[in-house]
């Protein structure tokens, strides 16, 4: 007999896992959304006098 394979499932978990990572990466930016801030403004203010 040959064996049915679901490949929906597959897909499935795949959309979940990429749902997590995302869901994750959104809370740690509003987590730490004032730091984040101060290192681009920092990076892109030495990046201005750099000239």
């Known amino acids: 007999m040959l ?10 978990m795949e959309l ?3 749902a997590i990572l ?4 959104v809370a740690l ?3 730490f ?3 984040i801030t101060e290192f681009v ?3 892109f203010d030495g990046l201005s ?3």
Not at 22 to 25: E, R, T
């Open 3 to 12: 064996k049915r394979v679901n490949f929906r499932s597959k897909k499935g």
């Open 41 to 43: 403004n920092t990076t």
């Open 16 to 18: 979940v896992q990429v």
């Open 33 to 35: 959304k004032s730091e």
């Open 22 to 25: 995302v869901a994750l990466a």
């Open 29 to 31: 930016g509003l987590i």
């Open 49 to 51: 006098n750099f000239n």
